[in-house]
């Protein structure tokens, strides 16, 4: 108690002296009359302000917050300037001398220079005192308070699954080598005084190679039925979009009775900035509940726990506008040196970008703390920063290794918090999909997708395409985020063009055709004699890899280039005829989507280069990800080194549902150590795995 009055103190004395610097500095900010006052009378003004100002801060700050969630939440970081400025010019008006003053735009700036004074003072003093530091982070938890935890549940030990989004397994282990993640190097036993404590494996993906499916199956032990990032069902004539809130929870429904389980969260979970719930009851930025109305969606309540401190508003908003600026810079810079490939970067993309990598990093982060706190069983967290910047900068640009590092320090600050939790966590860091590099479909051949498919199908081809809008989750974290729940515009969820022509969709590299006049998936020679030229102009161009149909005589019927037809059923590793290019597997993952529901008539992959690992993307993504070739394919899985191996000696891991599986088994051995802490040793048992 003694400390935390001393350090009150100290916060309040420097943003006193904090106040007393800018009234000299700023022309419109004054503590003292016209004529002049003492020294005596300033330095009691300030500081009496000062006073106000932290007091007006704790105690009416955390109220607005609470009443600004019944508003867009992305709008209240534009809001934390202003309102902390409002509150300034209230504690001076309520200095008894009433000789302060400061015009508003000045407040802005006061206000936000003295709470991010005030925050790194606290936070120096807090670092020293453990129990302080823990009651400082643990503020930013959205607990359930007066809830006890289940009887010995604080005996064993808990898990966090935190999922760096978009990160290949390769990207990873090169940016350890290269010492951009020193945290995660540490745990693998490398650099100086480092303890191997973790264990690393790649893992394949199904063939729709992106978060919807990938999390989906991780989360909920399937993802039957999700041929892509984005697909027509003509039972329902929508198409559905992984990212969509009311897709997301359409999806979710049906995974949950197909496995009869509500998720691997059930138990004491929390789901942090997730596509789906995973069974959890604590939500915080997850896609699937973001559509609901009212107080039963209490997935913005994250927003709250992280925002009610009013030195974490203001630190993160200016950490917003700084990375609104880096990408700014960054984008004119590419531009200038003519780098190729390039997308466009204008628009809503850098506050897009910085909500990713600044707003929804550091509300999850703080999610995660609060729940280690809270002594929960079971967190997940996706942090969706490297995907979205990978994108539209590429998967090893400059961008996305500053990404990666600033990733790792949130890492850091977490494997810290293990060491003031009330239970032991063991810490499992996985990813959903790589991403593959490569220009666009369009930028190469000057047309894409969708014109290629009217032009097979002597169909009037626009002069100018019109672009395919990026698929990547940060996007929709904001839409929900704005409560404008739509990916794109409203009628590409019910198709007003003519029911005879096609439509045409792309995942990353992943394109999918379908007749929405013909209620049935159509078959090769349904399609041959409605447009003769089509399948024969997409198999035969150089931009495709290959393209499957359904085919009456064959079943599934893969087509390549030069003529080559080969049934689905006659393909495997051995010989795997148009899908040699593709790597061991494909075979396998197409014929799981062939088999799936509402797989599109039409399924295109675009063509690869297994020697560069590029891809073409029909999307506007110069790293993409969505269908088979190269990186996407190929994310990882860390574990702890006392929790069991995924696979045996020898076995490859394949497919979300099996991941799912492996986490399942994890769940259940609760005798496992931690992360490294303190000297790098291990809490708990230290049997080996």
């Known amino acids: 108690m003694a400390s935390a009055v001393w350090r009150s103190v100290a916060v309040w004395a420097v943003s006193t002296v904090t106040m007393l610097v800018l009234a000299g500095i700023l022309p419109d900010f004054r503590l003292q009359s016209a004529d002049g006052d003492s020294a005596t009378s300033i330095a009691v003004t300030a500081a009496l302000g ?106 064993a030990p808990g898990t966090v699954f935190l999922q760096l989004d978009g990160v290949g397994h390769d ?77 997301a929870a359409e999806l979710q429904r049906r995974a949950i009775e197909r496995t009869g389980d509500g998720g691997l969260l059930t138990v004491d979970g929390a789901s942090r900035g997730n596509l789906f719930s995973g069974g959890a009851e604590q939500l915080a930025l997850v896609l699937s509940v973001a559509a609901r109305r009212g107080r039963e969606n209490r997935s913005r309540a994250g927003y709250f726990a992280y925002f009610s401190d009013p030195a974490n508003a203001v630190r993160t908003a200016l950490s917003f506008v700084a990375d609104v600026g880096r990408e700014i810079g960054e984008s004119t810079r ?36 609060g ?34 590092q600033r990733l790792d320090r949130s890492l850091a600050l977490i494997e810290q918090v293990a060491e003031h939790a009330p239970r032991a966590y063991r810490v499992v860091l996985l990813s959903d999909h790589g991403q ?44 929900a985020a704005l409560r404008r729940p739509v990916e794109e515009g409203g009628e590409e969820f019910r198709p007003t063009r003519p029911p005879s022509e096609p439509i045409v969709l792309a995942s990353g590299n992943l394109g999918l055709v379908s007749f929405p006049d013909v209620p049935h998936r159509m078959s090769r020679e349904e399609i041959d004699e409605r447009h003769p030229a089509l399948l024969t102009t997409l198999a035969n161009h150089p931009g495709i890899g290959f393209v499957l149909v359904r085919s009456e005589e064959h079943g599934g019927l893969v087509l390549g280039a030069h003529g080559a037809e080969v049934p689905l059923d ?68 860390m574990s702890p080194l006392t929790l069991s191996p995924p696979v045996g000696a020898g076995e490859e891991l394949v497919g979300a549902e099996e991941v799912h599986r492996v986490l399942r088994r994890w769940l259940r051995e609760d005798d496992g150590p931690q992360v490294p802490v303190g000297d790098g040793a291990p809490r708990g048992d230290s049997r080996p795995a």
């Open 50 to 155: 000062a006073g106000a100002f932290g007091l007006l801060s704790s105690l009416v700050w955390p109220l607005l917050v609470r009443a600004l969630l019944l508003v867009p939440a992305l709008v209240l970081g534009v809001l934390v300037f202003f309102l902390n400025g409002s509150l300034l010019l209230l504690a001076l008006r309520l200095d008894p001398s009433g000789q302060s003053e400061a015009a508003p735009e000045t407040a802005v700036v006061v206000a936000a220079v003295m709470s991010a004074v005030a925050s790194a003072t606290g936070g120096a003093l807090a670092v020293r005192d453990d129990d302080a530091y823990r009651r400082r982070l643990y503020r930013l938890s959205d607990r359930r308070r007066g809830q006890a935890p289940p009887p010995g549940a604080q005996s």
């Open 171 to 247: 990207v990873l282990v090169d940016a350890i080598g290269r010492g951009l993640m020193p945290t995660v190097a540490a745990w693998l036993g490398e650099g100086p005084g480092a303890r191997t404590t973790h264990r690393l494996a790649p893992w394949r993906t199904d063939w729709s190679s992106q978060t919807g499916a990938s999390q989906l199956g991780i989360l909920h032990g399937s993802n039957h039925d999700i041929p892509a990032f984005r697909w027509y069902e003509k039972d329902t004539r929508e198409i559905m979009v992984c990212n969509r809130p009311t897709s």
């Open 334 to 369: 590419a531009r200038l040196r003519k780098q190729r490939p390039r997308v466009g970067r204008g628009g809503l993309y850098p506050f897009i970008r910085a909500f990713a990598t600044v707003v929804e990093r550091d509300v999850v982060v703080a999610a995660v703390i």
């Open 371 to 404: 729940d280690m706190f809270a002594g929960r069983a079971a967190v997940y967290a996706d942090l969706v920063a490297y995907d979205e910047v990978a994108h539209h900068s590429g998967p090893r640009s400059r961008d996305a290794e500053k990404v990666l």
């Open 436 to 479: 593959s590099p490569g220009e666009t479909f369009h930028a190469r051949y000057g047309l894409g997708l969708g014109e290629l498919v009217r032009a097979g199908c002597g169909l009037p081809v626009p002069r100018k395409a019109r672009r395919t809008h990026s698929g990547a989750e940060a996007r929709a974290a904001v839409r």
């Open 570 to 637: 006659e393909l495997d590793d051995d010989d795997p005829g148009p899908l040699a290019d593709f790597g061991p597997g494909a075979a396998d993952a197409v014929r799981r989507t062939h088999a799936f529901p509402h797989v599109a008539d039409i399924m295109v992959n675009s063509w690869y280069d297994p020697e560069d690992g590029e891809v073409l993307a029909f999307e506007e993504q110069v790293g993409s990800h969505g269908g088979l070739g190269g990186a996407q394919g190929r994310p990882f899985l």
